[in-house]
């Protein structure tokens, strides 16, 4: 190979296979409405704690997931794991919350991959409940409400240690 041949294609893989470009990735509608169903069954509203949907865990999880300390892993976890779930189970969505519940607690004990993904969206749902609203989840600091948090200080200004 040439000087100049090996330089354009080290430049070019280079650039193809940064982390930025392999984690770039898209979440369709579907998925979205799959993991809003979710997040409704897995974090429900009671009387002292918000629903999902009240403390923004979708929203949360789309704001972060393409950030660089976002693990690959765990972000190719939720992606297929949502794709592969509405592909075994296409008639989720239009099933009502409590057969969704149930179909959610069958599989989580008798299919590994599906605990693993639930147990993923668990973990970031509890990070969008009581992180700091900066980050896109607890939406007017409705989880630390919910268990009368008192506010740390300094807050974060920026996301993620951003200098001002």
Request: a positive charge; glycine letters at 4%; aromatic letters at 14%.
């Amino acid at each position: 190979m040439k000087r100049r041949s090996f330089i354009k294609f080290s430049t070019l893989s280079i650039f193809l296979f940064s982390k930025e470009s392999l984690i770039a990735k898209t979440i369709s509608s579907n998925d979205l409405l799959l993991l809003d169903n979710v997040y409704e069954v897995l974090f429900p509203k009671t009387q002292q704690m918000p629903s999902a949907k009240e403390f923004g865990a979708t929203k949360f999880l789309l704001e972060n997931i393409n950030h660089k300390s976002f693990l690959d892993y765990d972000k190719n976890l939720v992606l297929e794991g949502s794709k592969d779930f509405i592909s075994s189970f296409p008639n989720f969505l239009n099933l009502s919350k409590e057969k969704q519940k149930e179909l959610l607690y069958s599989i989580v004990n008798s299919n590994d991959y599906a605990q693993t993904w639930l147990s993923k969206l668990v973990y970031f749902g509890i990070e969008a409940l009581f992180s700091d609203p900066i980050y896109g989840g607890n939406t007017n600091q409705i989880g630390w409400e919910s268990v009368n948090h008192k506010i740390g200080y300094p807050r974060p200004q920026k996301r993620y240690g951003l200098r001002l």
